[in-house]
């Protein structure tokens, strides 16, 4: 769990993406103008909330997090990896009795999901497949609603359009969830 103060009961949507960034400073709840920061509120901004920092989402009950808890350093993340960091996952979001949502932002944070549904004995929450076509899908993993997405944090946010507007849809999707 990051450093931050964060009441479990409150927290209703859970945002994953990918892997921490290289550089710690550039983390979601890094002090300054974290990179992650900048791109996820701009996210957030484009699905219409109305937010400016980490602290407005978190207000919003949206904890944001990352599968692989250690700097991605290379374009891949193998599996084994995945794997391994899923299980960390599972006990952070252990805490949070009360989500209604998960948006997987990536295929790294999918796969993470499907480590632990399948470790669990419960099988894979979201097929195999291309994110555009499998995202407008009903997906559930223990009751929680799923959305497949797009990379929102970091640097490749800002590449493609399509991607930008499809990552607002989802987020706003989830947010409309909880109200």
Do not use: W
Not at 120 to 143: C, D, L, M, N, W
Request: hydrophobic fraction near 40%; aromatic fraction near 8%; charge should be positive.
């Amino acid at each position: 769990m990051p450093d931050v103060a964060i009441r479990p009961s409150k927290i209703r949507i859970v945002l994953i993406s990918e892997a921490a960034p290289p550089d710690p400073t550039d983390y979601y709840y890094a002090k300054g103008k974290p990179l992650f920061q900048e791109t996820t509120v701009q996210a957030f901004r484009d699905a219409g909330a109305h937010v400016s920092s980490v602290r407005d989402i978190l207000g919003r009950g949206v904890y944001l997090t990352t599968a692989v808890k250690c700097g991605k350093t290379a374009y891949g993340i193998k599996a084994a990896t995945i794997k391994e960091c899923s299980q960390l996952l599972e006990n952070e979001l252990a805490p949070f009795p009360n989500l209604v949502a998960m948006l997987l932002m990536g295929d790294v944070a999918i796969k993470a999901l499907n480590y632990i549904s399948v470790g669990a004995g419960e099988g894979k929450v979201i097929p195999t497949g291309s994110t555009y076509k499998i995202r407008k899908g009903r997906f559930f993993h223990r009751g929680i609603r799923v959305f497949p997405s797009y990379l929102q944090a970091g640097p490749s946010f800002f590449i493609e359009k399509s991607k930008r507007r499809m990552i607002a849809e989802d987020i706003a999707a989830a947010l409309e969830l909880v109200g």
